[in-house]
């Protein structure tokens, strides 16, 4: 357990389900304490409000499950939209990949995977070409997300059908994965970031 005075996110080393917060707390420039481990030891499930991984700390505050916790970082710092029915909108975008998306590259049917991506990384591509940004006016959480969505399905190469995602295909997700990355703390982030399978 960590016992830093900044927050904590504890997973694997992989980049999975804890890459949207910790690009997240890079984007946002927040310190924090990227604790890796290998697997769940007995005293570490012990700690896990559902004996899994992710899970971040944030003083005496205990959080589980990605996507929550991206909310959370999200919420604390102003990154949520600008109003509640922008906050409710991101969080559209960010349960569609969660409970849509990386389902169904974990266990892949071709055509329905290619479906799916056109179906939602198409209304992404419209809807960034139309205003620029997912939601509102600004950057928001669903930008990230769908761009680290985007860049990890890539990652996870062709058994997850990353061919379908290609540049030519979605020019402005291209375009915010370059955003994104032209961040200094994202930047350093990736730079420093191991190489992994997952």
């Known amino acids: 357990m960590s016992t830093s005075s900044v927050p904590s996110l504890t997973y694997f080393q992989g980049r999975g389900l804890g890459q949207f917060s910790r690009v997240l707390l890079s984007y946002l420039g927040i310190p924090y304490e990227n604790i890796t481990v290998t697997e769940i030891s007995d005293a570490l499930r012990a700690t896990l409000p559902y004996g899994q991984l992710p899970i971040y700390r944030d003083g005496d505050f205990v959080l589980t499950q990605s996507s929550t916790i991206a909310r959370y970082i999200a919420k604390k710092h102003n990154f949520m939209g ?117």
């Open 82 to 198: 600008k109003n509640l029915e922008e906050e409710f909108l991101v969080d559209q975008i960010v349960t569609a990949i969660h409970a849509d998306i990386f389902p169904a590259f974990n266990n892949p049917v071709p055509e329905k995977l290619q479906k799916l991506y056109e179906k939602y990384f198409g209304s992404f591509e419209k809807k960034l070409q139309e205003t620029g940004f997912l939601v509102g006016s600004s950057v928001t959480l669903a930008d990230l997300y769908v761009y680290v969505g985007f860049d990890y399905i890539r990652f996870r190469g062709e058994a997850a059908l990353s061919s379908e995602l290609s540049d030519e295909k979605y020019p402005k997700i291209a375009e915010l994965k370059k955003f994104f990355e032209s961040n200094e703390g994202v930047a350093k982030y990736i730079k420093e970031r191991p190489e992994t399978k997952f």
